[in-house]
């Protein structure tokens, strides 16, 4: 009866903003891991369904929960991320709004770490022994954060992450608010006091794939300043030609993948010369734009790359299968001379012969 009647308040949202956790006992348990949440956001009624007391209920039922989504929820109403499950190691904000400060750490009171620590040691009680990750006491424990179409996303907000020591992957995604300048300024530098900035990241994506009337900040030209550490770079949409310019300061990259733009050969050609050290070189969804061999050919022809075709580009022995399957053979070759130790991957991509 309880599982019918959550399913039924899911389904029409009429009581989102006043149901009380206690209501979800046969759904919300011990074992959850992964939850999704829809917000109200779009709705006519509008408002906030998290609370302080509502996370801090779903803190104490679902001791193993590890990735957190939200999807259009209205997080106004929360002044702190500390009020999130410290077992949380995913976190996943799409469409949501965001209070001034919300990633900020503040210091906590003896009282309170006091009180974190009892209820992490109770949680982790019988499962040490199983190989799990303890729950932090002392700061966020998330490891990955997914950024999709949060407009209020600011460059400061990016700044305030650099004290989660934890985070390794980033993903920003139509984050319109992030400049170019706030990118240097999050980026891991060398300083006579230590390494600052998000030193921890491994991974970051940044995409800006053309909402309508929106400007455009070519955030990707902040790489230009370097990163220490980071090791695999995606680049989608209009952040894909400032991205290439600025990838060759990031002497720690191994892995770059590029999507959903527009490239010309000898744009990818000119900005991978310098990334000796690349070791996987990733097209998705990629319009390669190629010049006719011979002036008779006139006007444009599409044809679709096929597949999934990754290989080591040291190895080109010029088999004709592999030239037919292949979108952009003569970028595979050019691209096999320079990088001979990356892996060339391409994924849906369609070249366009044009008489430009």
Not at 52 to 62: T, V
Not at 153 to 180: G, K, M, P
């Amino acid at each position: 009866m309880v599982c019918k009647r959550w399913r039924r308040l899911v389904k029409d949202q009429r009581l989102w903003r006043v149901v009380d956790l206690t209501a979800w006992k046969g759904y919300l348990g011990t074992g959850l891991r992964c939850l999704r949440l829809r917000g109200l956001l779009l709705s006519a009624r509008g408002g906030a369904f998290l609370s302080e007391s509502w996370l801090k209920a779903l803190s104490s039922r679902c001791p193993r929960l590890r990735s957190l989504s939200l999807l259009h929820a209205d997080l106004r109403g929360l002044h702190s991320c500390q009020l999130l499950p410290t077992t949380l190691q995913v976190l996943e904000l799409r469409g949501c709004e965001l209070p001034q400060g919300f990633f900020t750490q503040t210091p906590l009171s003896p009282e309170k770490q006091a009180g974190m620590a009892s209820t992490a040691a109770t949680q982790q009680q019988g499962r040490v022994q199983a190989g799990k990750v303890p729950a932090s006491t002392s700061g966020i424990a998330i490891e990955t954060m997914v950024l999709d179409n949060v407009p209020s996303f600011t460059d400061q907000h990016l700044q305030s992450l650099a004290s989660w020591l934890r985070l390794s992957r980033l993903e920003l995604r139509n984050v319109l608010r992030v400049t170019a300048e706030g990118l240097r300024r999050s980026a891991a530098q060398e300083t006579d006091s230590g390494l600052n900035g998000l030193s921890r990241l491994k991974y970051l994506e940044i995409g800006h794939f053309g909402r309508p009337g929106a400007q455009l900040q070519m955030a990707s030209l902040g790489l230009g300043v370097g990163w220490l550490g980071l090791e695999e770079l995606s680049l989608g949409g209009k952040e894909v030609g400032p991205g290439l310019l600025s990838a060759s300061r990031l002497r720690d990259l191994k892995r770059l993948r590029l999507r959903c733009c527009k490239l010309r050969e000898m744009q990818v050609l000119r900005s991978c010369r310098t990334l000796r050290d690349l070791r996987r070189l990733e097209f998705c969804e990629v319009f390669f734009q190629v010049c006719p061999k011979t002036p008779e050919r006139e006007g444009e022809v599409e044809r679709q790359g096929e597949g999934e075709e990754g290989r080591e580009g040291g190895t080109d022995n010029g088999d004709d299968k592999l030239e037919e399957n292949d979108p952009v053979p003569s970028l595979r070759r050019s691209l096999a001379a320079l990088l001979p130790q990356c892996a060339l991957v391409f994924t849906n991509c369609t070249v366009t012969i044009t008489s430009d």
